[in-house]
């Protein structure tokens, strides 16, 4: 098995932009589960590193190249591509074999005529990527970050404005950097139980520690697979980021409430809101297709969630059963991602500034809708995993401006730490600023 052949494949596949990278990767590495571990690492942080370096890639690219990126043969782009990655960003991989293992592949998949092409550019690459130039930060700053940090210039433009340059940066930065799962540990779990739970994984090779926002919320690095983690068959744990944490932390779910999350899928906050509940009151946890709800299922069983049901629903209908009948609502609503491009690269790529107007009239509907299932009194949190004024705090202000519908101030229930940052009763976590993904919050009581 050439393993760099199934990298160019994996490349080929995602420039048709029919599968996301991560589902993509996963699959293919499920298919290769035989190959030895360094192999896998090897396919996994190549094609990762081609995606999320895409834009610097092509920039060197075009200095080194006659025939400008756009326009090379499908194959070959996404040759060199993963060559120059390797060149640039991987130190103990030898210049040598980057090149010759490129001409080899492009002998073998009919480009012969191509080889001296090929050889020669990324034999340029490797003498002179020391000297590289890049676009000069101070007279052009926003080319620079787009190229340095592989964002698209519109994007860069877009959180410079939002949140300034220096923010703007750190988000950036952050996004490449490697990013740690979040671990909700069940709260039922002593701090002792929790320890050991933690030590356990340390033993089995995998990174693992508490995180400093919530006393249950923890965050590991190099687990090979979460399903053989000890504690996952026995649901003493649930994959989830500390910012949906955060959300049922502040939502103030109390004993015998009816909990309403309207896009649960895969159910971490649903299943989050069911131990606040402690065996009380009910969750019931709706999402549009079955293939999503099938997911919270499967965490239901496993965690062992009585009290909480599934149901297929699409948030922009309304289910009468539903009116005035909850307590608290849960409105994470589908959005543009830009919170989590860090874990999921092709987002950058392919949302458009079209389409951030398209899902801004997506959650319109849905919050439209869903508003009427909260009680007079009930409470409705209402979230984002993106970073956009627009489907953030511009939304808040439309919520309060067309319901009876009162921003409540979530400072006593949000971390020492993070108190500070509210504006406006709302809540805007940042990448690289705060230890969490990319993130929005707002807690609406019902007049």
């Not at 190959?35 to 370096?53: H, M, N, P």
């Not at 971490?268 to 131990?275: C, P, S, T």
Request: neutral net charge; glycine residues 6%.
């Amino acid at each position: 098995m050439n393993t760099r052949e199934v990298i160019l494949d994996i490349l080929l596949e995602l420039s048709r932009e029919k599968e996301y990278s991560n589902i993509l990767i996963t699959a293919v590495l499920e298919k290769y589960d035989y190959l030895d571990s360094r192999e896998k690492a090897f396919i996994k942080r190549v094609s990762e590193g081609c995606i999320e370096r895409r834009i610097q890639l092509d920039y060197v690219l075009n200095l080194y190249s006659k025939t400008p990126v756009k326009k090379m043969k499908p194959l070959i782009r996404e040759l060199l591509r993963m060559s120059t990655y390797q060149l640039l960003f991987m130190e103990h991989v030898p210049d040598a074999a980057v090149c010759n293992e490129a001409v080899k592949l492009a002998k073998k998949r009919r480009f012969q005529n191509l080889q001296g092409y090929v050889n020669g550019v990324l034999r340029n690459i490797a003498r002179g990527r020391d000297e590289i130039v890049y676009p000069h930060r101070e007279t052009s700053c926003m080319e620079y970050l787009s190229v340095y940090y592989s964002m698209p210039l519109w994007l860069v433009e877009h959180f410079t404005r939002a949140y300034g340059e220096t923010a703007c940066e750190n988000i950036l930065r952050a996004y490449l950097e490697k990013r740690s799962i979040g671990i909700r540990l069940r709260e039922t779990l002593s701090e002792e139980e929790q320890e050991r739970l933690l030590a356990s994984w340390k033993q089995a090779g995998i990174s693992a520690s508490k995180h400093p926002y919530l006393p249950y919320a923890a965050q590991i690095e190099g687990a090979e697979g979460i399903r053989r983690m000890k504690g996952y068959e026995e649901g003493l744990f649930a994959v989830q980021d500390i910012s949906s944490m955060l959300v049922v932390e502040v939502a103030g779910i109390r004993p015998g409430d009816t909990v309403v999350d309207v896009c649960a899928a895969p159910g971490g906050k649903a299943l989050h809101a069911a131990d606040k509940l402690a065996g009380t009151g009910q969750v019931i946890a709706c999402d549009v297709t079955s293939y999503k709800t099938d997911r919270i299922e499967e965490n239901r069983m496993r965690l062992g969630a009585k009290n909480l049901s599934v149901r297929v629903q699409d948030a922009r209908i309304q289910d009468a059963s539903l009116a005035g009948k909850a307590d608290v609502v849960l409105a994470d609503v589908p959005c543009s991602g830009l919170g989590v491009i860090g874990r999921k690269q092709d987002i950058k790529y392919r949302v458009t500034q079209e389409s951030l107007q398209e899902i801004n009239h997506l959650q319109r509907e849905i919050i439209a809708n869903v508003v009427h299932y909260v009680r007079p009194g009930g409470i409705m949190m209402y979230s984002t995993c993106t970073m956009n004024p627009a489907e953030n705090e511009e939304m808040a202000e439309w919520i309060c401006r067309e319901f009876a519908m009162e921003k409540v101030s979530m400072k006593d229930s949000l971390p020492g730490v993070l108190q500070q940052d509210i504006k406006e009763e709302t809540l805007q976590l940042l990448p690289g600023v705060h230890e969490t993904d990319g993130f929005f919050m707002a807690k609406f009581r019902k007049k």
